[in-house]
């Protein structure tokens, strides 16, 4: 309760160091509901180091996730630590952590360089430390050039950038993004997806959500799955996509004379159905997704078939979530 | 000790200077805060006018005593008649009758015509004796020694002043003393005097003081948690309990300044167009400063209050609509009873007391004042009903002494400031304590 008289910025508990050992993130059978909503049900999670992707559709319970780590949230049952301490009403722990909220509110009225030094300070930056430290994160986020303009005037993909700036002051271990891509055009993506990744190689601890597979696959192999507050998968993105390699997909192929083509790829092992969409499409059946990617291309050029486009529906978060849930697709 | 001041000046840079700037830039920028504070100036404003108005009125000057009338015609008013003593109700006798005849006077002599003459005001059990018999018609020679004494104090023509055990004013004057006094002059000073603490405790200490807190301060906390902007302080190492007092700090750095400029307006105002031979009123800075420091302490509890509601429910600005009623109506009661009980319940109750404390210092001849106005009030003997000079009863209605008993006011006032700040403390701890255990979504 006290106030912190000399504001160096460790708030309550001063003397606060973190459990040498402890793992970054550590989540014991968390679970939480709103009267009868399971929001998060039984999570079991530790993380240390490099990106991680948190993937889950709409309301699986990645925001309600992160506002338990970040003690915004208090767990109706179940152990939540980070960084050794549990962060429900301690805010101790927040000047090794950076968190990146989901919410499209913003201080329009302020400029980037102010908004984000501003709130420095509240890490226990003078002034001029905190002025330095903007000039520092907005540089790193690209910003640099914008840095005096009020952030109402900002695209989205700046105002997202904005908001991961503010999250790297003081150099956070730890930073967990709520969505940072969505709402983005392509240009931002790619900017905010690689400084995701430089944090990453910079041996940060990154936590990132979305719901769009691809979005998460240029950044990361690392992935944890939610799904309806459940924790449905965990692990190498690439080994959850070998096993499902296994089970029966969909390819559509564009092109001229689908009927040509299907007489060649009914030669890969691994295809065993053709569909014929309409005149300039086939949808090829196949039980092995990497053999049959292996083989396509020398197909297609032994061929000389004119392909438009290849597109592989199934590849997506949807349809992982439906093998993963036993069910045929979502 | 140089390297001390260096360490708290960097020290409140961080943190606590932060959240309070940023407080205070985020209200300029916001329309509804200055809709508020050019709505309180014009509330104040128009308060200003009336008085102003008052005090540029001319008012009529009454016969108090009823004596500029010629009872019965015979051209000579009564007060003359009484003056010389010749009877004021018969035809056959009046003074030009005498040798040498006295012509008879313009009847306007005989109003105003005895004004108040004090000097002293009573302390303690000491009984003091003041007034003076203007003109002359308690002294005439015409009277006898028991009829220029009837408030048999051994002293003819005078009025007495005690204070009763209880500390209850009493006032007795010998008959036609101080009795047609000036209306104009009486009205002017009792309707300022009036106005000052009737502007000052239910323009500024309430009015002011409630709604401004009411629509600024509720939402302190709880439209950045709405808003969910709430994360970018609150994902920093800063204990919540700080973040909400800093924010009220931010608020009172608004709200003060405001404050302060509104009393100087009216400070100025009240000075100048107040009445009196001088220029400007300078004894009563006192008193407004006193209201204003009384404004300060109520835009600071009631700041923590509204604040604290609008942190424990969303819709805390509907709690805050019967507590504003119910501070009204302890607003006026302390005018009423300052000394009831009920009022410790209040936080106006205290802050009003620190105003009634001052009056009492600034202006010690008060309770004088107003038992002046009431001296004219009587039945005389051809049964009409005189009534108190003008301003004697708003004064009276806005004039209470601290409530606390029988204590020096400075005491009063050290005593109400305590209690205000034990109130916003006991609200922050409440409010930090509420606001730390919140779930933020």
């Known amino acids: ?107 329009d009225w302020m400029t980037a360089h102010d908004f984000i030094s501003t709130f420095a300070r509240l890490n226990g930056l003078t002034r001029d430390e905190a002025k330095q430290e903007a000039d520092r994160v907005l540089d790193f986020v690209g910003l640099l050039d914008v840095a005096h303009k009020q952030i109402g005037r900002f695209s989205k993909g700046m105002r997202q950038r904005t908001k991961i700036a503010h999250a790297l002051v003081n150099d956070p271990e730890l930073i967990i993004l709520d969505e940072p891509l ?149 | 000790m140089a390297d001390k001041t260096n360490t708290i000046f960097r020290a409140l840079d961080r943190k606590a200077s932060a959240i309070t700037e940023f407080t205070m830039r985020q209200y300029r920028t916001k329309i509804s805060t200055w809709v508020v504070l050019i709505t309180g100036l014009v509330v104040i404003s128009l308060l200003m006018l009336f008085y102003v108005d008052a005090m540029q009125r001319d008012f009529e000057a009454i016969d108090n005593d009823g004596d500029s009338v010629d009872s019965d015609g015979d051209l000579y008013p009564d007060g003359q008649e009484r003056l010389y003593g010749t009877n004021p109700f018969s035809e056959l006798s009046h003074p030009g009758l005498f040798d040498p005849p006295v012509p008879p006077d313009d009847p306007e002599k005989w109003i105003n015509e005895d004004d108040f003459d004090w000097d002293e005001s009573p302390t303690g059990t000491r009984i003091v004796s003041v007034g003076y018999d203007d003109d002359g018609d308690c002294r005439t020679d015409s009277r006898t020694s028991s009829q220029k004494d009837t408030n048999d104090n051994g002293i003819e023509c005078d009025i007495e002043l005690s204070l009763t055990l209880t500390g209850e004013f009493r006032y007795d004057s010998d008959s036609f003393v101080d009795e047609d006094p000036d209306d104009e002059a009486y009205a002017k ?152 009980p009920i009022l410790r319940f209040s936080v106006i109750g205290w802050a009003l007391i620190i105003v009634d404390a001052a009056s009492m210092i600034v202006w010690p001849d008060m309770t004088l004042l107003i038992y002046s106005g009431f001296s004219v009030e009587t039945t005389d003997s051809l049964g009409f009903e005189r009534e108190e000079l003008i301003g004697t009863d708003p004064l009276q209605y806005f004039y209470a002494t601290p409530g606390l008993g029988d204590m020096s006011p400075f005491l009063s006032m050290i005593i109400a400031t305590v209690v205000l700040l034990i109130q916003a403390a006991a609200l922050l701890f409440i409010g930090g304590a509420l606001f730390k255990g919140k779930e933020i979504e």
């Open chain 1, 182 to 330: 969505q709402g983005c055009d392509p240009l931002a993506r790619t900017t905010i997806m690689n400084v995701i990744r430089e944090l990453g190689r910079m041996g940060r601890t990154v936590i990132v959500s979305s719901h769009i597979l691809t979005e998460i696959e240029r950044i990361t192999e690392q992935i944890v799955i939610l799904h309806h507050g459940r924790l449905l998968a965990l692990g190498n993105l690439h080994a959850i996509r070998e096993k499902m390699d296994n089970i029966p997909h969909r390819i559509d192929i564009g092109c001229d004379s689908p009927k040509d083509l299907a007489k060649s790829v009914i030669d890969i092992d691994s295809v065993h159905g053709i569909i014929f969409q309409n005149p300039e499409a086939l949808t090829v059946q196949t039980r092995n997704l990497g053999d049959f990617h292996s083989n396509l291309p020398s197909v297609i050029i032994n061929g000389q078939h004119k392909v438009t486009s290849i597109d592989n529906p199934d590849d997506d978060l949807a349809s992982i979530l439906g093998y993963l849930t036993g069910g045929g697709g979502y």
């Open chain 2, 189 to 340: 000073e009792a309707l300022h005097r009036a106005s000052i603490l009737g502007i000052g405790k239910l323009g500024f200490v309430f009015i002011i003081s409630i709604f401004i807190p009411l629509f600024m301060a509720t939402g302190l906390i709880r439209d950045e948690m709405t808003s969910g902007t709430m994360h970018y302080m609150l994902t920093k190492p800063i204990a919540r309990t700080e973040v909400f007092f800093y924010r009220v700090i931010g608020y009172l750095g608004i709200v003060w300044p405001y404050l302060i400029i509104l009393t100087l307006i009216s400070a100025i105002v009240t000075g100048f167009a107040g009445p009196g031979d001088s220029l400007f009123r300078f004894s009563e800075f006192g008193i407004w400063l006193a209201i204003l420091f009384a404004a300060m302490m109520a835009t600071l509890v009631y700041g923590m209050l509204f604040c604290f509601l609008g942190v424990m429910w969303r819709y805390g600005i509907i709690l805050a609509i019967p507590f504003a009623a119910w501070e009204l109506g302890m607003a006026l009661l302390s005018m009423g009873v300052p000394e009831s």
């Open chain 1, 1 to 107: 309760m006290m106030p912190d008289f000399h504001q160096e910025g460790q708030a309550e508990t001063q003397q606060w160091q973190p459990e040498q050992k402890a793992p970054v993130i550590l989540l014991e059978n968390v679970s939480k509901t709103y009267g009868k909503i399971h929001a998060l049900t039984g999570i079991t999670l530790a993380l240390s180091g490099g990106v991680t992707g948190i993937l889950g559709l709409n309301g699986a319970g990645k925001s309600t996730l992160f506002k338990i780590l970040m003690g915004k949230l208090k767990p109706s049952s179940g152990q939540v630590r980070l960084f050794g301490t549990n962060p429900w009403k301690n805010p101790a722990p927040y000047s090794r952590v950076g968190f990146v909220p989901e919410g499209e509110k913003m201080y």
